[in-house]
């Protein structure tokens, strides 16, 4: 019982400090250390030792692959170069030269218990870094660049530590490290690419959400065991298999499936992320408890702990400006003000802390090893993760640009709706009902609610709003009368069940895009989507007509939602949105191919030939 209890009121923490920190407007795995760190001095409270198993185990495997099923696989290959410079190299580097320090200042230690300790402290947690990555709003190439190096960079520091435990005990030669690393690397990849291919194959076949998901949460764990027990990497298997099943996502599961899947590793990942934080500063009780009783002067550990911290934050700055700014990988470099992010946003997690706890009990001043990593998980986090918002703001440095977002979803949802009607005119059917009008209506809305989110008129609805507004409030009074039916027992328990839920997937579905537009409307809307095609090079952006108007409208009495204007004879005319769709009527009269949004403070430009927009 009192296990219950403690599990509940650490939920029931981690709920809370994580509405405090977005009132606060601080990342709340910063806020849940802190909390953890006072908790750990309450008077009452258990004692709460992290063991290495339940992290490496129990934690891991599914933070892992909770954020490798989220990982764009194609953005992840793309920055390849920089993440496995990043994820092995700088590793291994941060590991010999925290040895290198370490040694110089224990020497009773021995070089391979300062490696050791090195090779704990040297991988940035993809929890830690990504959540205060996204919380502040990082370009997407910085993000995805932490997230690729968070996702590999715990294999190499974990085989780094168990070739120098190996040599702690003398069971290991020089030249069985490489050949080591390799098989871990290489099994590892082979394992999770294995367990990728048989849960494919086992999707295709599953069309039950509950069970593909079930599938889903076995999955890193087996990936896991089953590395680590041929001695590869379980964390290499588990990011294999959860990058390939992610990509694959939407050939080889159902759309209920995926859905499924998403909410419920979500709600996990957020659960076991913020609980994590919480651990690490209930640690610090028990830590500074066998600190002091250690053979070393105060001062000497002190000073240990802080150049720990600071070799760990000076090697990784000057690795990412040598390596990701003054070489071009790719043609591509990162600019110098990103370099500077990559760099600080290097926090440390809850792995560093329970990679600690495998170094041998028998160990030279282990303790000591204990405090030195809780000062640079907790060093890191408070220092770098406090000071990363100020820095971007400083810097200068973009967030992704909602304008750019909204644009370039609208763009792809036209192709896409495109692509469904040139399968339309292919198939063959005997419409009696007007089925086809149907189908063309709802794939009209969907495209035209993403274009409406661009509309620059101010305290004016969209049609797209206002469907969505009427809708909605429909929705609540046969949801209100659902639940009366059921209060009387007058229909059966499963078929309320079935319509509410028909009821909630379509109101999920409306999308009043009030704050979306708001968010839009921030600044200059331009976009470079690196595709065009000989319209969209024939025909630049030009400066629009002063105060446009579409003149089809005004003689038609009808309203228009937003404008756009011919490249090629500077006509004016609504968008499809609009009542009359006169700008697209013109193309299909006239042929010109390019046309311009008309709107302020918008310079994008679309083709109607080839469906493309720049």
């Not at 370099?339 to 560093?352: E, I, K, P």
Request: proline share 4%; charged share 15%.
């Amino acid at each position: 019982m009192e296990l219950a209890l403690l599990l509940v009121s650490m939920a029931a923490v981690v709920l809370a400090a994580t509405a405090i920190s977005e009132r606060l407007h601080v990342p709340a795995p910063l806020l849940l250390v802190v909390v953890g760190a006072a908790a750990s001095y309450l008077p009452g409270l258990p004692t709460i030792h992290l063991e290495s198993e339940v992290v490496l185990l129990g934690l891991l495997p599914p933070l892992l692959y909770a954020a490798a099923i989220q990982t764009s696989l194609v953005d992840f290959n793309a920055n390849r170069g920089s993440i496995l410079r990043l994820s092995v190299v700088l590793v291994i580097v941060t590991a010999l030269a925290v040895g290198a320090v370490v040694q110089w200042l224990v020497p009773d230690l021995g070089w391979a218990a300062s490696i050791a300790i090195g090779a704990v402290v040297a991988p940035p947690d993809a929890v830690a870094a990504t959540a205060v990555a996204k919380r502040i709003g990082l370009p997407r190439r910085v993000v995805t660049i932490l997230e690729g190096e968070s996702l590999l960079n715990d294999a190499t520091a974990l085989v780094a530590l168990r070739t120098a435990i190996a040599f702690i005990s003398g069971s290991v030669a020089v030249m069985d490290v490489g050949i080591d690393f390799v098989r871990a690397a290489g099994g590892g990849a082979l394992i999770g690419f294995a367990f990728f291919w048989v849960v494919a194959k086992l999707r295709r076949r599953i069309t039950d959400p509950l069970m593909d998901t079930g599938i889903s949460f076995l999955t890193p764990f087996a990936s896991y065991v089953a590395a680590e027990e041929v001695h590869a990497s379980g964390v290499i298997a588990v990011v294999v298999a959860g990058l390939l099943l992610g990509h694959k996502a939407p050939i080889i599961q159902t759309a209920q499936s995926r859905i499924t899947e998403r909410i419920t590793w979500g709600t996990v990942a957020f659960m076991l992320e913020n609980t994590v934080f919480l651990l690490i500063g209930l640690q610090l009780d028990w830590i500074l408890e066998d600190v002091s009783e250690s053979s070393l002067e105060p001062g000497r550990i002190v000073l240990v702990c802080g150049m720990t911290l600071l070799t760990v934050v000076v090697v990784r700055m000057g690795w990412v400006f040598s390596t990701l700014l003054f070489r071009r990988f790719g043609g591509n470099p990162l600019p110098a003000s990103w370099t500077f992010l990559v760099g600080w946003a290097g926090m440390r997690g809850v792995v560093t802390l329970a990679a600690a706890f495998v170094i041998p009990e028998e160990t030279e001043h282990r303790e000591l090893l204990l405090l030195m990593a809780f000062t640079v998980v907790a060093g890191t986090l408070l220092i770098q993760g406090l000071s990363l918002p100020l820095l971007t703001r400083l810097l200068g440095v973009p967030s992704p640009d909602p304008a750019e977002d909204a644009l370039a979803r609208a763009a792809l949802l036209q192709q896409a709706a495109d692509a469904g009607f040139h399968k339309l005119k292919e198939l063959e059917y005997d419409d009696q009902h007007g089925v086809v009008e149907q189908i063309r209506a709802r794939l009209d809305q969907r495209t035209f609610a993403a274009w409406e989110q661009l509309a620059t008129a101010t305290g004016e609805e969209t049609p797209s709003e206002l469907y969505a507004r009427i809708r909605g409030e429909m929705i609540d009074a046969e949801r209100a009368k659902v639940l009366l039916v059921r209060s009387k027992g007058k229909a059966p328990s499963d078929v309320v069940r079935q319509v509410l839920g028909m009821l909630d997937i379509e109101e999920s579905m409306l999308d009043a895009g009030t704050s979306a537009r708001e968010s839009v409307r921030t600044g200059s809307l331009t976009i470079n989507t690196g595709r065009s095609c000989d319209d969209l090079d024939t025909h630049p952006a030009i400066e629009t007509v002063a105060d446009p108007v579409c003149q089809t409208c005004l003689d038609d009495g009808t309203r228009w939602v937003s404008l756009r204007q011919c490249l090629e004879c500077g006509h004016v005319g609504c968008c499809d949105s609009s009542i009359g769709k006169h700008a697209t009527a013109h193309f299909h009269e006239s042929l010109h191919p390019v046309m311009q949004s008309a709107e302020p403070d918008e310079s994008w430009r679309w083709c109607y030939v080839h469906n493309l927009t720049a």
